[in-house]
Each structure stands twice: as C-alpha cells, then as structure tokens.
C-alpha cells in the first residue's frame, strides 16, 4: 500500500550481545498511468497528433521513440507533447512512450501502432488529340477497383465514380482526376487540354436533292462540335424559304 514504511535492520551475536541497529524510510507511491491516443490508419505525408489522454498528476519527465517518423512540431508541456509527426514511407509503424514519477517510479511502457498507406498514383490518358470546344473527349485512367474516382471542372463530365469517362470540353484548361483510396488516401493528376474555337463554317456550293444518296443534303459544315441554334435560307430576292433547327440533316 501506498505510505511511509521504516525498515530497521539488527545485527547481533549468536547470544544477542554486541547488537547494532539501522533503520531507513522507505516511501512507496502509486506507480504512474499514462494512456496515449494516435489515428489508427493514416496516408503517407499526413500530419498525424499524437497525445496523451491522461496521466498520473506529478509525472516529471516522458520518455518517447517515434520510430522513423518525423517530428514537425511539438506543444512541449514537459515533454508530454502534444505531437504533430508525419510518415514517409508505408507500413505497421510504432510510437511508444513512458513517464517516471519522482525521479525513480515509471509507468508500464505504453505502445500504439499506427498503418501508413500508400497516395494513389492516378495517370491521364486522354482519348484524342486536337480538340474543339464543346467536344466529348474520353478521358481514362488505371484501374483500382476499391478506389474511387471524381473528374472536375465537374460541369464537364456526368460523374459516375469511373476511371474511364467522357468529359464535352467546353474551353481549353485543366482535366482533374482525383483518386481515393478506402483509406481516404487521395492522389491527383491533371492534363492540360489545348480545345480550340474551330468557328470555321463553310456550305457546298451545290447540292443534288434527287435522292440517289450523293449530296442529296444542304446543311453547314463545321469544325469540331458547334450548337446550329437556327439555320435559314434565303433566295436571291431575300425570300425566306427555309429553316432548320437541326444539326444533322437541312
């Protein structure tokens, strides 16, 4: 039990005589507690805080092993952190720690182990070469099948969590695929597609509407994708004499 104990020693003879006493105090005290809490599982480069959760009152000193972490800051409240630490390499990786009490009592050497997974890794592959604005691009990337997958500017593709998708170009700019893993781990890669205006409209200067299959439509030829809002014909009177809404066929 915790309290003050006095230890005496006699030496004597074998008849009792020439006896001689000491003595010496001896305090016991409660061996300290220390508990500690750090994220099971964490990414590579993550900053991770490690902290005590609770402790004995009185605890003079900590003594910590990071292992092959990283230290990047420290709140140092006699040693008993709070951490801020980082891992760069993947794996099962320890932190470990104990305090000491009155120069001598330590507590039981407390161990957390903590699993460091890999960022994914995501590559762009896209499907064309030149591109117009306002053209479907198939834009792809490896698959994982636990990881998911989000494009952006996302006004630009239909998300639907895939690594392979078509994505209508609207300008020129950056493609982003981030990819997560089921950790919450989250790689990024982004390809710079160059889409042009392509405005250059022509028309044939002749057509012959007789049904044998060779030129028997009059419509606007254009580079790339563009949206025929209306199209109309005239005489050379300037006599309305036809209009379209359609794209494919006038």
């Given at each position: 039990?915790?309290?003050?104990?006095?230890?005496?020693?006699?030496?004597?003879?074998?008849?009792?005589?020439?006896?001689?006493?000491?003595?010496?105090?001896?305090?016991?005290i409660?061996?300290?507690?220390?508990?500690?809490?750090?994220?099971?599982?964490?990414?590579?480069?993550?900053?991770?805080l490690?902290?005590?959760?609770?402790?004995?009152?009185?605890?003079?000193?900590?003594?910590?092993?990071?292992?092959?972490?990283?230290?990047?800051a420290?709140?140092?409240?006699?040693?008993?952190?709070?951490?801020?630490?980082?891992?760069s390499?993947?794996?099962?990786?320890?932190?470990?720690?104990?305090g000491?009490?009155?120069?001598?009592?330590?507590s039981?050497?407390?161990?957390?182990t903590?699993?460091?997974?890999?960022?994914?890794?995501p590559?762009?592959?896209?499907?064309?070469?030149?591109?117009?604005?306002?053209?479907?691009?198939?834009f792809s990337?490896?698959?994982?099948?636990e990881?998911?997958?989000?494009?952006?500017?996302a006004?630009?593709?239909?998300?639907?969590?895939?690594p392979?998708?078509?994505g209508?170009?609207?300008?020129?700019?950056?493609?982003?695929?981030?990819?997560?893993?089921?950790?919450?781990?989250k790689?990024?890669?982004s390809?710079?597609?160059?889409?042009?205006?392509?405005?250059?409209?022509?028309?044939?200067?002749?057509?012959?509407?007789?049904?044998?299959g060779?030129?028997?439509?009059?419509?606007?030829?254009?580079?790339?994708?563009?949206?025929?809002?209306?199209?109309?014909?005239?005489n050379?009177?300037?006599?309305?004499?036809?209009?379209?809404?359609?794209?494919?066929?006038?």
């Amino acid at each position: 039990s915790t309290r003050s104990y006095s230890v005496k020693l006699t030496v004597a003879g074998n008849d009792g005589s020439c006896a001689s006493t000491d003595s010496i105090m001896i305090h016991v005290i409660v061996a300290p507690v220390i508990a500690m809490y750090v994220k099971p599982e964490v990414c590579v480069g993550d900053t991770v805080l490690v902290a005590l959760t609770s402790v004995t009152p009185g605890i003079g000193n900590y003594t910590w092993d990071f292992g092959d972490a990283t230290v990047i800051a420290a709140t140092d409240k006699e040693n008993g952190g709070p951490f801020k630490v980082t891992w760069s390499a993947t794996g099962i990786h320890y932190i470990q720690t104990y305090g000491t009490i009155s120069g001598e009592c330590r507590s039981k050497n407390i161990i957390d182990t903590i699993d460091v997974s890999p960022l994914p890794d995501p590559k762009i592959t896209v499907g064309t070469g030149d591109v117009c604005d306002g053209d479907s691009v198939f834009f792809s990337a490896d698959y994982v099948p636990e990881d998911s997958y989000e494009w952006a500017p996302a006004h630009y593709f239909q998300n639907a969590n895939r690594p392979g998708i078509y994505g209508r170009v609207l300008a020129a700019g950056y493609i982003i695929l981030t990819e997560t893993s089921p950790f919450g781990c989250k790689g990024k890669d982004s390809v710079y597609v160059n889409a042009q205006p392509c405005c250059s409209i022509a028309f044939p200067n002749a057509f012959t509407p007789n049904g044998d299959g060779n030129n028997d439509v009059f419509r606007p030829i254009t580079n790339g994708h563009h949206l025929l809002h209306e199209f109309r014909i005239y005489n050379r009177w300037g006599q309305h004499i036809f209009t379209s809404y359609n794209d494919d066929r006038t």
